[in-house]
């Protein structure tokens, strides 16, 4: 397996600065964000370490600064709203994912991160005509580039904007079985972060063995249900009232159990490191300290990084 870190974490830094706070830490990949340039919306989006239009021109001297530094890109990621019930905002968004995907394309990578998305106001079924209408072209373009596409867990539902069904479709075993039917393609997996299983109250071991064939990518990062809060507000409450972020270690996942359980699966790509831990956030020092500190836990589970 490959050790690396969501390049989101740092936005004020270049790539070049990002990669070679990689590779003094000792990570061996990142995954780099391509969000296009504009107000961020929400916290961590907005980041943009690559330009995906200077790829054509630039693509090569990427990929020879990463491999200087002995690192490799695990993953060009962005991720919006492609569901978004405003048709402005859900092309813009569509548009620009498949111009990531093109760029991935051109880089020779592998992997583009995202989510899938939800008119949050809707049920799942209700949602789904949509979404088959939108993420059928959309693998369709990516199988065409010879790119995987992986979807993130995240269900988008922590406050009261996202309210009440989230932002995300794909947050639970039963979407993503019948996603994976509907769209059956092998460039439509899933880019898998176990912390948001742990809040959902859902075991997040089980489906690295069911998903173990749609396992792209994967995300570090922990999470810790404030049971004291949660007794407060219950379950119906927006999730930010009772869950909180945590670096990997500080939380509830058992890492242990997780690697255990990737390496009984023969999981072997990346696994990067995801901050949103709020008492590390104050200053550039302390999330380079958050990733250093996420490094030196992991380690113990990750053995053998290729360079």
Aim: one cysteine or more; a negative charge; aromatic letters at 10%.
């Amino acid at each position: 397996m490959r050790l690396g870190f969501m390049s989101a974490i740092l936005p004020e830094l270049t790539l070049q600065q990002v990669a070679d706070v990689a590779a003094e830490i000792g990570y061996t990949c990142v995954e780099v964000m391509c969000w296009p340039t504009g107000r961020a919306e929400r916290r961590y989006a907005g980041v943009s370490h690559l330009d995906i239009d200077l790829i054509q021109r630039g693509g090569q001297q990427v990929l020879d600064m990463f491999a200087a530094r002995g690192l490799t890109i695990s993953a060009l990621g962005y991720y919006p709203n492609p569901l978004d019930p405003d048709p402005a905002v859900s092309g813009a968004s569509v548009a620009h994912l498949k111009r990531v995907i093109d760029a991935a394309n051109s880089l020779g990578l592998e992997n583009v991160n995202t989510f899938v998305g939800r008119d949050w106001t809707r049920s799942v079924d209700d949602n789904w005509p949509r979404f088959l209408d939108v993420w059928r072209p959309v693998i369709a373009h990516a199988e065409a580039a010879g790119v995987r596409v992986g979807i993130e867990n995240c269900p988008m539902l922590f406050t009261a904007d996202e309210w009440p069904g989230g932002k995300n479709l794909a947050h639970s075993p039963r979407v993503w079985r019948r996603m994976f039917a509907d769209i059956a393609s092998d460039s439509f997996g899933l880019n898998y972060d176990p912390s948001h299983m742990v809040f959902q109250q859902m075991d997040y071991l089980k489906p690295l063995r069911e998903f173990s064939g749609k396992l792209f990518h994967l995300h570090a990062k922990d999470v810790r249900v404030q049971r004291h809060l949660l007794d407060e507000v219950g379950v119906l409450a927006h999730p930010n009232d009772y869950h909180t972020p945590k670096l990997p270690g500080l939380g509830e996942v058992d890492w242990g159990a997780f690697f255990s359980t990737l390496g009984d699966v023969g999981y072997q790509g990346p696994v990067c490191v995801e901050v949103e831990d709020r008492a590390y956030e104050g200053t550039l020092e302390n999330r380079k300290a958050a990733l250093r500190q996420s490094h030196n836990y992991l380690r113990q589970f990750v053995q053998q990084d290729v360079r």
